[in-house]
């Protein structure tokens, strides 16, 4: 898919939007009879995001920290005044200001020595690249590469950690915590047991061949404690969820976590010895370890409460869910654009980031639950289930829920007589 917008000595906005018109100016071309020439054989020129790059010189590199795009089209001497034409692109076009760090650019440009530029190519992501072509006018062409779904198939047994376990496997952090999400509240992840098995069904992102993402799981069996657990995937209408193998649902009131999958550092309790103050007291939260910058989301829909600084707590939010729930987040190393007191979050919004303000020893976001006006321990809380199966679907549902365990079924187990009698 390509957009393209045409910039030249006069360019015309109506409502926001880009207007551009191509002429074409035909003549009549008389062919005069000639002696018959012998064939030439004719090489196809050498393209590159649709420039032809014979006799060019093609540099690859990445967005350098607090680099700006202007920045580079001067290093590699394209003129100022398409330069300012680049800056001057509607935001739904191109937005000079958001290029990121460790992205990967391409320039192209004349391999003699005036070694004129032709071409400048933005990647931001492995599916979007925007073509930047330099002459007399500039010519910016908006891009999608075509993404390739793929089924994909895997089994495992752990033996220590799950994000461990999937890594051997050569497969991406990113299915760990699709996994985790969907198991949240039916596994405590940092107690699994040696010999906890899985089988899993997902669709991978491919573009020219290679990974760029997990699009969705399809379907796990999950063997715990000698317990098996099913997740088939249903939408009823509000969007994909997780049902168990009797149509009830997987997705609590509530994520299990702030953040993606990580370490606990430390756990509720009434009597801890606290890292700073060196002092025993209760500390009434529970502490994910994580890099600084690491997103923070709210674990469910709410209103923010407190979103501020205070000595002990650092930069923090506070959200209330109902009038049950309410969660907080300490020590961000910032809060989020827009969260404030009054402002509505929904289920897994960003609202800050993990950092080591406040009294804080390192990185890491201390989580605490209210129910009821009192703080529990987040880890322990019995929530109640999202709503399972509705009737009008349940016929479709168990169709569905049958296709994916015979899928499930067919995968071939790390050790097979262990999955027998659980499926």
């Keep these: 898919m390509v957009k393209r917008v045409l910039l030249s000595v006069c360019v015309f906005l109506f409502l926001g939007a880009v207007i551009c018109t191509d002429y074409t100016i035909q003549q009549e071309v008389v062919v005069e009879n000639s002696p018959e020439t012998p064939d030439v ?7 590159l995001y649709g420039v032809v790059v014979d006799n060019h010189e093609v540099i690859e590199d990445r967005v350098k920290r607090n680099q700006f795009l202007s920045d580079i089209m001067r290093e590699y001497n394209v003129p100022v005044k398409l330069i300012n034409q680049v800056s001057s692109l509607p935001r739904h076009v191109f937005d000079a200001r958001k290029i990121i760090p460790d992205k990967k650019f391409t320039f192209i440009r004349s391999a003699d020595s005036l070694r004129i530029p032709k071409a400048f190519v933005y990647e931001p992501n492995p599916i979007d690249y925007v073509v930047f072509r330099f002459g007399d006018s500039l010519f910016v062409d908006v891009c999608k590469r075509d993404v390739t779904i793929v089924e994909k198939t895997v089994s495992g047994v752990i033996m220590s950690s799950l994000s461990q376990t999937i890594n051997e ?17 039916q596994v405590d992840f940092q107690r699994l047991q040696q010999g906890d098995q899985f089988k899993l069904i997902y669709e991978e992102q491919q573009v020219d061949g290679k990974f760029i993402g997990v699009k969705q799981i399809s379907g796990i069996y999950f063997n715990h404690f000698g317990s098996s657990y099913y997740a088939i995937p249903f939408d009823q209408g509000n969007g994909l969820d997780y049902f168990d193998e009797d149509g009830k649902s997987l997705r609590k009131a509530l994520l299990k976590y702030p953040i993606e999958f990580t370490r606990i550092s430390s756990r509720y309790s009434q009597n801890r010895l606290h890292p700073v103050q060196k002092v025993y007291k209760a500390h009434l939260g529970t502490d994910f370890a994580a890099p600084t910058g690491t997103p923070i989301r709210s674990v469910g829909d709410g209103i923010v409460q407190e979103a501020q600084f205070k000595s002990n707590n650092g930069n923090y939010v506070k959200i209330r869910h109902n009038a049950t729930y309410t969660t907080q ?5 910032k809060i989020a654009p827009g969260i404030k007191p009054g402002v509505r979050v929904r289920q897994g919004q960003w609202i800050g980031n993990v950092g080591s303000t406040g009294l804080a020893t390192g990185p890491h976001v201390c989580y605490r639950f209210w129910k009821n006006g009192v703080q529990v321990d987040a880890l322990r809380v019995e929530l109640p289930p999202s709503e399972p199966i509705e009737d009008e679907h349940l016929e479709v549902y168990n169709n569905t829920r049958d296709a994916v365990i015979e899928k499930l079924n067919a995968i071939p ?11």
């Design 41 to 47: 054989e004719w090489t196809p020129p050498t393209m």
């Design 169 to 185: 496997l050569g497969l991406s952090h990113e299915l760990t915590n699709k996994f985790v999400d969907i198991f949240a509240w």
């Design 329 to 333: 987040y300490l020590h961000m190393s």
């Design 413 to 423: 187990s790390v050790f097979p007589n262990t999955f027998a009698s659980a499926l």
